[in-house]
């Protein structure tokens, strides 16, 4: 039986026990309904940190913020709904608006590829932290740079006894990564850097899966780039460099009126609206550099910005891992009901819960891997890496896991598991290693007889 399946007949267990209460029935239906949804992803952080911005750079459209609690999902054309009503979805300056100013709570659908994998939900800033993380599977939550206030947001989300379980939900991204280093052109290259040592920190690693800087304007504008902008473009960088840079030190020198080009101000304003004056900088030296074709600067934008790095998170550790995140947040679901509704038969689904995450491989490899990324264990030399890997670190395809950089023949695939799955069995009874990495190579194990039985079924 799956964790899927298993959770599941849990619910059904809950039901019974449950039927005489409206309340409780519809929870755990609602939970139940969720396992056929598409992983829903919160955007949560601070005022100002950016969230609506990374929020649209992810759909590939500009949407004007609403101010409620919004969810984006696909849909086979754009409308808008606040409860059973639908609502107008109007243009403004370019940009999506939906019309509905006293809402506490927007659901948009738009037909995006972005969308069909990933429900998004962009949370007000004074969202409390229960209420993020008890309406997503997973979540992203920004900053501009990690104050103590972050740091007990996550602290905070993880005080369930389920999330310590399964600590597994949590993508960290440093938005308005154009801005940390001071708005020179290296500037994302030194987020990046930060973002590397945010990773390796002791208080950071056991809250998140993966920390990421992303330049949301630059990502935005990236997605949605118009001919007539690039034209704009490639107008600034045909001037001699030195000419320009002056012009560049700051957005009110860029729309004065003593400008080297004939670019009407109107026009540079909305440059420095959708790019911000790094934005421009970067991309002018970039045009120069030979990326002198929409297409050519749109994907070189999308790379620098951190919006590709992004997306691949979102895919390894929420979408590869919808199972466990949709199963995750049942059990927590599940638990809510077991502490407001106390009754005779929920012993036993308490019980459950608490075995279903102790024996649950998928929740073993999740553990292991924030211990492995926490430093809380350790294994000797090249053991560590692969052990990261083997359990899913980078994604949770066998050829990933086994580190396969070419496309392997049934019998070649077969072969490498057995491999590696006889040398892990080794460690797992080496006396030389201690409990706790003994402990650690049996996961890892487990893992590899997964990939094995996924090849035999």
Not at 30 to 59: C, N, W
Not at 169 to 189: M, Q
Not at 346 to 371: K, T, Y
Request: charged content about 25%; hydrophobic content about 45%.
């Amino acid at each position: 039986m799956t964790l899927e399946e298993e959770v599941w007949a849990l619910l059904e267990d809950a039901l019974a026990v449950y039927r005489d209460s409206p309340r409780a029935v519809a929870w755990l239906r609602g939970h139940q309904a969720r396992f056929g949804e598409p992983v829903r992803v919160a955007v949560a952080g601070a005022p100002r940190s950016g969230k609506s911005t990374v929020v649209s750079a992810l759909i590939g459209e500009e949407f004007v913020p609403t101010g409620a609690t919004t969810w984006y999902q696909d849909g086979p054309q754009p409308k808008a709904h606040v409860g059973p009503y639908e609502v107008p979805v109007l243009r403004r300056d370019g940009r999506a608006f939906v019309d509905a100013p006293d809402a506490e709570r927007v659901v948009v659908e738009w037909p995006s590829r972005s969308l069909r994998d990933v429900t998004l939900i962009d949370t007000p800033a004074d969202a409390p932290v229960e209420h993020v993380y008890g309406e997503a599977d997973a979540v992203l939550y920004l900053t501009r740079h990690l104050h103590t206030a972050d740091v007990r947001f996550l602290q905070t989300a993880h005080d369930h006894p389920v999330a310590r379980a399964a600590p597994v939900n949590t993508v960290l991204v440093l938005a308005r990564a154009d801005e940390i280093g001071g708005g020179r052109i290296d500037a994302l290259s030194s987020a990046k850097q930060i973002a590397r040592r945010y990773r390796r920190e002791a208080t950071v690693t056991p809250l998140c899966q993966n920390v990421v800087a992303v330049a949301g304007l630059l990502a935005v504008a990236a997605r949605t780039l118009r001919p007539d902008e690039f034209a704009a473009l490639a107008a600034l960088a045909s001037l001699p460099r030195a000419e320009l840079d002056d012009h560049l030190l700051s957005a009110d020198r860029f729309v004065g009126e003593d400008f080297p080009v004939r670019l009407d101000p109107a026009v540079r304003r909305g440059l420095v609206d959708r790019f911000g004056i790094f934005g421009v900088r970067l991309t002018t030296t970039l045009i120069r550099q030979g990326f002198d074709t929409q297409v050519k600067l749109t994907g070189q934008l999308v790379q620098r910005s951190g919006l590709g790095e992004l997306r691949d998170s979102i895919g390894v550790y929420f979408t590869e891992r919808r199972e466990v995140l949709k199963a995750r947040a049942a059990l927590i679901g599940l638990d809510v009901v077991l502490r407001a509704e106390p009754r005779p038969g929920s012993v036993g689904l308490a019980a459950a819960v608490e075995r279903i995450l102790a024996s649950a491989h998928d929740f073993r490899e999740l553990r292991l891997l924030a211990a492995l990324q926490g430093g809380r264990t350790r294994l000797p030399g090249e053991l560590e890496a692969e052990a990261h890997r083997l359990v899913g670190e980078l994604g949770t395809d066998p050829l990933v896991r086994l580190g396969l950089d070419h496309e392997p023949t049934g019998d070649e695939l077969r072969h490498a598991v057995l491999e590696t799955l006889g040398r892990w069995r080794d460690h797992s009874a080496d006396p030389a290693l201690d409990h706790g990495q003994r402990r650690a190579a049996h996961v890892v194990v487990r893992s590899c007889e997964g990939m094995l039985s996924q090849l035999v079924g």
